[in-house]
């Protein structure tokens, strides 16, 4: 059994022991409990239940395992040529690592 869940706005495909890496959840804090309601699709061992736009009962209970998981360095470099101008960043998104307890439909 394993379901489409929208997690803040990004869609993953949720099972049963499977962890994943989301968005930054701002209030989560480690062993927390977390249910998400807007689940788009249900597959019940073959028997496919779609949402309009969402499954109605249906959730997804995680456990966060780490609240806040920095992902890799991302650089962005600028340059335009013949003229000197060089810039370099960088980035790190942040993700919190959740583990899918069990799927409810």
């Known amino acids: 059994m394993y379901a489409?869940?929208?997690?803040?706005?990004?869609?993953?495909?949720?099972?049963?022991?499977?962890?994943?890496?989301v968005a930054?959840?701002?209030a989560a804090e480690a062993n927390q409990t977390v249910e998400f309601e807007k689940v788009l699709l249900v597959d019940?061992?073959?028997?496919?239940?779609v949402g309009t736009p969402?499954?109605?009962?249906?959730?997804v209970v995680?456990?966060?395992i780490t609240p806040l998981?920095?992902?890799e360095k991302v650089l962005v470099f600028h340059k335009k040529r013949r003229?000197?101008?060089?810039?370099?960043?960088?980035h790190r998104q942040q993700f919190t690592e959740v583990t899918i307890k069990n799927v409810i439909a």
């Open 44 to 49: 019940n061992d073959g028997t496919i239940n």
């Open 4 to 21: 489409i869940v929208e997690i803040n706005g990004q869609q993953f495909k949720a099972e049963e022991g499977k962890k994943l890496f």
């Open 62 to 64: 995680c456990e966060v």
């Open 83 to 90: 003229k000197g101008h060089r810039k370099l960043k960088g």
């Open 54 to 59: 969402t499954v109605a009962g249906a959730k």
């Open 24 to 26: 930054h959840i701002q």
């Open 69 to 71: 998981v920095k992902g």
